[in-house]
């Protein structure tokens, strides 16, 4: 309703796609916690991706810039929110000693964003594979070894990144801590 006339200047159209984008948006937050189901599914689109590209035997210009938009939002995903680097301290920066308050690290990309982009781009070039106006006549090797330099490079600036900082981008599942627990536990087994 636009409140002068009360009628609804939604057109049928954008009300389908108002819908379609509610039920998707359903679907994509039911598979939140379901991390690596979500990753299985989208090494599976990427395989038939690959698959395509194979036994079409072109689109490589396409796969060459996917490959460089993925590399792009790898460093997104390794790269801690608040850089030391780029911003001044303020408080909020990553412990660069032992003796530092511990800071949880937090992505500039998170993992769930990282993965919905990624499957995102696969099925747009995937898409892509269907138009002959896309299979650009290239020389795959080249860019094949382009894009590998380019892989190393920004890896070892990231690696660097990580190492002058003392951050870990990963941790799998929640850390365990024995302390007193364990010795609890270590003497009830004594009294039996």
Known sequence: MDGLGGSSTETPVSKKLH????????YLDKTTPHAVPRWVGTAI???IYGIRVYF??????ITYGLGIYILNLLIGFLTP???????ASDGAVLPTKGSDEFKPFIRRLPEFKFWHTITKAFCI???MT??????????WPILLCYWVVLFVL????QIA???????VPFSIGKQKYGGKKSGAAASGSRAD
Not at 19 to 26: D, G, L, M, T, V
């Open 154 to 157: 920004t890896m070892k600036r």
């Open 130 to 139: 269907f138009f002959s106006v896309f299979d650009v006549p290239v020389f």
């Open 125 to 127: 070039a995937f898409v």
């Open 19 to 26: 819908e379609f984008s509610r039920i998707y948006q359903y």
């Open 81 to 87: 929110l608040i850089d030391p680097e780029l911003e």
């Open 161 to 167: 990144h990580m190492i002058k900082y003392r951050y």
């Open 56 to 61: 079409v035997q072109g689109f490589y210009i």
């Open 45 to 47: 689109i990427a395989l």
